[in-house]
């Protein structure tokens, strides 16, 4: 007690030295428990549920995904767990005659009792053809704000309505993190909704679900697995094994093998930062032992030994490793809230992160600075312990040796902390090539229009009349120059499919445009014609300079007839040869590419894209009011300009250089309070 109380009189009478040290500590403490969070959520945290350490999910070699024959076949025979099956996908949710994109998650029945959530209001659907849904709490605050009524309220989701029955316990946003779910509906009723999805899912060669367990007292892991496998080895031959884990941060094996890379590199980086840190702290720490040799002399002069004389510094440099955590916490909370909102940048809303502290980021904290005491006040009280008491006594030191390890500590906190800044720089150099690169269409004053029509109020005729109408309707407004209709952006992510000549397969991507998509994209065509407005009859297509590249490299394209498709696959004739666009990112090489008929490959959920004379954003509301107008029962999901979609195809370089940038100038401070620290020492000799 008497040395904390000393250490605390000793830290109020340099206020100066103990806000710069604790500052440092804080800094490089919070930084390491921000990314230490994202880890957490990443792999670490177990579900919001009812015994977490019960839940289970299996997978296959490297798919998350199984056949729903083989979830029926597992959950009827396994005797060691319950089985639930679910399916995640990003869809909508329409109340009050407004649109929102939303994360649904369809469920099988068994699900609240295997995963282990209890609604917070209401109940979970009986049987799963029921027309009933839950909302999450978040989604209840949102878009019904907090109503105590919600349940029994009707919301539609993609072309079926539901019944509110319940809304699920604050905190639990699904099983597929990070996507957060904003509803829950019935499985079977959900597959019902979409034609072909029951065949699809009733195929034993297409993983279509997610399999969650939970498992029966006093089963392990290791039991359940065994159990798993023997089952999975009476309908398959050779398979491969399952694989049956706890469910920690993210379920999907694939995803936190992609999470990964990213998160080691974040790690490094926060923990040369926190090195820099301590190194800094250590040379206050002998700036200021300098400064008490006398003191320390004359405690020695008094019978002190080296080991009370060093319990007394650690002490010291225990208090500080403390006020460093402490202001750690709090500035690992600052950081987390910027992490959220870079995050909440990206192009996909219903992906978050939840970064809060729970008692493994306490714990990572707690330890980090104890860790710390060690690091950086072990050397000094060691140094300041040495001491010439003679010398001391009389005021005077002796000439100072043996600081070569100070200096190069200060060449390498100024060397890393200048990496860091230029692997940054690096990252921002990436970011300006984005921004300037040419994703191979034209960007300025145009929108676009993300559109659902369903059934039952639409049918495939009545939505291709219903597009139709909407397109001349908007070609007659004041300052609107082209309309077109595309199923997908360029720069979104595309699953590969297949296009084939004479059986043989070649990766390949493909979308359903409209007449007109390419001139109002400015992509020209290079060989060949545009689709005609009523052109009926058998497929054709256009494709790429890429694929053209690929399937016929010494002859033309044109009139060549192309296969389209890995399963069901459709034969096309080529009547086009367009510029290559980008469908993945800006920087991305080129790759084959197809473009289908509009009319001939119909679906309900499309894109206008509209080319405006002048200003875009000022047209947007003209543009939705038309589009409402042509029929109220169409939904509109956004209406924003294309370079807003462009800006946020590469929002994980932004995140990246964002983040990296802001840890190098904070690595720079601190190098900069290191440099005051040795002249701070040398000044006192």
């Known amino acids: 007690m008497r040395d904390l109380v000393y250490s605390f009189r000793q830290f109020a009478r340099s206020p100066g030295f103990t806000f710069l040290a604790v500052l440092c500590l804080g800094l490089g403490i919070g930084v390491n428990a921000s990314i230490f969070s994202v880890l957490n959520s990443l792999f670490l945290r177990p579900l919001p549920v009812i015994a977490p350490e019960r839940v289970v999910v299996l997978s296959r070699g490297a798919a998350p995904l199984l056949p729903y024959p083989d979830f029926r076949d597992f959950r009827d025979q396994a005797v060691t767990m319950d089985m639930a099956a679910s399916f995640p996908t990003e869809s909508s949710l329409d109340f009050d005659g407004v649109a929102h994109n939303a994360g649904a998650e369809a469920v099988s029945l068994a699900y ?5 959530v209890r609604p917070f209001l209401g109940r979970w659907f009986k049987t799963e053809d029921e027309d009933a849904c839950l909302i999450s709490y978040r989604a209840w605050q949102r878009f019904f704000g907090g109503d105590p009524d919600v349940v029994g309220k009707r919301v539609r989701s993609e072309t079926l309505w539901y019944t509110v029955v319940g809304v699920a316990p604050q905190g639990f946003e699904g099983t597929y993190l990070p996507l957060s779910m904003d509803l829950w509906v019935p499985l079977r009723r959900w597959m019902g909704q979409h034609p072909g999805v029951p065949q699809r899912f009733e195929d034993r060669a297409q993983p279509s679900v997610f399999i969650f367990g939970r498992l029966k007292p006093s089963i392990g892991v290791g039991q359940a697995e065994a159990e798993i496998n023997s089952i999975s080895a009476q309908f398959r031959t050779k398979p491969a094994p399952v694989v049956v884990e706890q469910v920690r941060g993210i379920p999907a094996s694939n995803t936190r093998r992609n999470a990964a890379p990213v998160a080691a590199v974040l790690m490094a980086v926060v923990g040369v930062i926190l090195l820099i840190a301590c190194v800094n702290v250590g040379n206050l720490l002998i700036s200021r032992g300098a400064a008490r040799h006398r003191e320390i002399s004359v405690r020695v002069a008094l019978g002190a030994g080296r080991a009370r004389l060093l319990r007394q510094l650690l002490t010291e440099s225990l208090l500080l490793a403390l006020g460093g955590g402490l202001s750690g916490l709090l500035f690992g909370v600052w950081t987390n809230r910027l992490l959220e909102t870079l995050l909440a940048a990206g192009p996909y809303e219903s992906v978050r992160l939840d970064l ?3 008692h493994r980021v306490l714990l990572f904290t707690m330890l980090l600075s104890l860790a710390t005491t060690l690091f950086f006040g072990l050397a000094p009280a060691w140094r300041a312990s040495k001491v010439d008491v003679l010398a001391g006594l009389k005021g005077t030191r002796a000439a100072a040796r043996g600081f070569g390890l100070r200096r190069v500590s200060l060449i390498a906190q100024v060397s890393l902390s200048l990496v860091l800044l230029l692997t940054a720089g690096l990252f921002l150099r990436v970011l300006g090539q984005f921004h300037s690169a040419d994703p191979g269409f034209a960007v300025d004053r145009r929108l676009y229009v993300t559109t ?8 495939q005729e009545s ?9 001349d309707r908007l070609r007659a407004l004041p300052g609107i120059k082209n309309v077109a209709i595309t199923n997908i952006l360029p720069l979104t992510p595309l699953p590969a499919q297949c296009a084939s000549l004479r059986g043989d397969p070649v990766s390949a991507t493909s979308s359903v445009i409209s007449a007109g998509f390419l001139d109002t994209m400015r ?10 407005a009523a052109e009926t009859g058998s497929p054709v297509a256009i494709v790429n300079e890429a694929m053209a590249k690929r399937l016929w490299p010494a002859e033309s394209a044109i009139g060549k007839r192309v296969e ?3 399963r069901n696959k459709v034969t096309a004739e080529v009547v086009g040869v367009a510029q290559d666009l980008r469908f993945v990112s800006v920087g991305e090489a080129a790759r084959p590419h197809a473009y289908r008929r509009f009319s001939q490959s119909y679906d309900g959920y499309q894109t206008i894209l509209v080319e405006t004379v002048s200003d875009a954003g000022a047209m947007a509301e003209a543009v939705r009011k038309t589009i409402v107008g042509t029929n109220a029962n169409a939904r509109v999901f956004a209406v924003k ?8 195809s590469y929002w994980q370089v932004r995140w990246e250089a964002s983040v990296l940038g802001a840890f190098a100038a904070l690595a720079l401070m601190l190098s900069a ?6 002249i701070s020492y040398q000044v006192t000799l």
Do not use: M
């Not at 659902?452 to 049918?459: D, G, I, K, R, T």
């Not at 939505?463 to 397109?471: E, H, I, K, L």
């Not at 309070?673 to 040795?678: C, D, E, F, Q, S």
């Open 564 to 566: 389209l498709g890995c």
């Open 641 to 648: 300009t294309l370079a807003d979609w462009v800006d946020r």
């Open 523 to 532: 992509s020209r065509l290079i060989a060949g014609r545009d689709f005609n």
């Open 112 to 116: 609240p009792k295997v995963i282990g």
């Open 356 to 358: 809060g502290a729970d």
């Open 463 to 471: 939505g291709r009349v219903f597009y139709s109408q909407a397109a």
């Open 452 to 459: 659902y029509v369903s059934a039952p109020e639409f049918s």
């Open 673 to 678: 309070v290191g440099l005051y620290g040795i």
